[in-house]
């Protein structure tokens, strides 16, 4: 089993760039997870979907970011326009339909926004 | 709303000393807690869970017993190694619709010297 596969691993842009963050959940599971790590904030969960559709939406910042999931498979996280305080870890994470709360989370993508 | 606190760190230590991270939350009804663990660069990892009260999660050592009378899920281990450094979060997941959720501390930080 490859566990969730993010990419990039790091990013760097400029401000006003846009940025568009991969991840490939495991496969069989059905829930998949954007979540931020910054030193202020911590770890908010950013959005979650249950069978490729959008559930609860709520802790995405503002219109700058979207979050897609075209199948079971795949999922994007993007930025546009790309602010410096958007700079922080944004990890995937996702969960089997019957394996309970317990989160499976990829190695993270490191973003800088200069 | 939920949330959960956990002791401040870094947290430094000597191979082989004691470890106490001390975990309190508040949550309505009984949430699933969690211990999970993030060495340097990689994604958050269940390192043990408990999800009733008096439930005792262990992993590699590592030990905690979910309190309901205190509502605290301290984290132990009789002896640690270098190995353990790391950054420590304390979770929860709430019972209910919102039971998707992992709720996270700030995280603490251990350091181990040889």
């Known amino acids: 089993d490859a566990g969730v596969i993010q990419s990039p691993r790091h990013e760097v842009t400029e401000m006003g760039q846009e940025v568009t963050l991969r991840c490939k959940p495991i496969s069989g599971h059905n829930s998949l997870f954007w979540y931020r790590q910054t030193m202020m904030r911590g770890l908010e969960l950013l959005i979650y979907f249950n069978n490729n559709v959008p559930i609860d939406d709520s802790g995405m910042p503002e219109d700058r970011f979207s979050a897609k999931m075209p199948n079971a498979s795949f999922s994007t996280l993007k930025i546009q326009p790309s602010e410096p305080r958007d700079s922080a870890v944004y990890f995937c994470?996702?969960?089997?339909?019957?394996?309970?709360?317990?989160?499976?989370f990829g190695p993270g993508t490191r973003l800088t926004v200069l | 709303g939920d949330s959960v606190t956990q002791m401040e760190g870094p947290v430094t230590l000597s191979e082989e000393a004691f470890l106490t991270i001390n975990c309190t939350y508040t949550?309505?009804?009984?949430?699933?807690l969690f211990w999970y663990v993030q060495y340097p660069g990689e994604g958050l990892q269940l390192l043990l869970k408990?999800?009733?009260?008096?439930d005792k999660g262990s992993n590699k050592g590592f030990e905690a017993t979910y309190r309901k009378e205190t509502t605290s899920f301290h984290l132990e281990k009789g002896s640690v190694q270098v190995s353990d450094s790391a950054v420590y979060f304390c979770?929860?997941?709430?019972?209910?619709?919102?039971?998707?959720?992992?709720?996270f501390g700030s995280g603490t930080r251990l350091l181990v010297r040889p």
């Open positions: 408990a999800t009733k009260a008096d």
């Open positions: 949550a309505t009804g009984y949430p699933s």
């Open positions: 994470a996702s969960r089997p339909l019957a394996g309970g709360p317990r989160a499976f």
């Open positions: 979770a929860l997941s709430p019972r209910g619709n919102s039971s998707y959720k992992l709720i």
